[in-house]
């Protein structure tokens, strides 16, 4: 890839990967609210224990192989409808569902100020790293690259929504968001080499938090 396109690449993933584009990635927080309410997470090292854990075994490293499966298979219908449903079916909770498709949905719909055929070939209904990493493999955006601005988004968006709820302030969100860099690029690494074969949590009270957080009564977030 030319200087050029490398820094038109770099571009993009800045603009996909802000806050500021509207896909409405603020208003989730993966279930960690529900983990704060039962004192799963209480500080900011606990915070970082959570994320790591979902970054290595849960729902962030399903995210990873479906990322790089859709970005290799971008240009085949078939398969990237097939990684859609598949990414869907593996949400563990209705507001796990409701938060991929919403952001998946939005991702798409804001990427099309960026033209490109693959618009055609992705479905109505799919998760968030299908979005993304089909999208980035059409437009020739590095993967591991790709995978490890996602990976950052994710576990930016959950330390704001830490900070929102009182785990740890803006400091020790900063902190932790370093302190968990060599665990992003160690995943990215790693699911380079992955199939959907390697799809698979184990994060069980992530998993029961973001089912609880369905029937929270007071809430800041939607999943």
């Known amino acids: 890839m030319g200087e050029g396109l490398a820094t038109q690449a770099l571009l993009r993933l800045m603009a996909w990967m802000s806050p500021a584009f509207p896909i ?8 960690l609210e529900r983990a704060v309410h039962d004192r799963l997470v209480a500080d900011a090292t606990g915070l970082q224990g959570w994320i790591a854990t979902l970054l290595r075994h849960g ?6 192989v479906l990322f790089y499966h859709t970005w290799r298979s971008h240009e085949s219908e ?4 097939e990684a859609a449903d598949l990414g869907l079916a593996l949400a563990g909770s209705a507001e796990r569902y409701l938060e991929t498709l919403s952001l998946g949905r939005a991702f798409v719909g804001a ?3 960026w033209p490109s055929t693959v618009f055609e070939r992705l479905p109505d209904d799919l ?17 591991e690259d790709a995978m490890a601005a996602y990976l950052h988004a994710a576990v930016s968006q959950m330390i704001s929504a830490a900070i929102r709820l009182g785990v740890c302030g803006q400091s ?4 932790v968001l370093a302190a968990l860099e060599e665990e992003i690029v160690a995943v990215a690494s790693r699911a380079a080499s992955t199939t959907l074969d390697d799809l698979g949590t184990s994060c069980i009270q992530a998993e029961i938090a973001s089912l609880r957080h369905e029937t929270q009564h ?3 977030f939607r999943s």
């Open 24 to 31: 409405g990635g603020f208003a989730y927080s993966g279930g």
């Open 59 to 64: 729902a962030l490293w399903n995210d990873a």
């Open 78 to 81: 078939a398969d990237l409808r």
């Open 111 to 113: 990427a099309r100020a």
């Open 127 to 143: 998760p968030f790293p299908v979005a993304v990493g089909s999208v980035a493999g059409a437009q020739a955006v590095p993967a």
């Open 172 to 175: 020790e969100g900063v902190a």
């Open 218 to 220: 007071s809430r800041l």
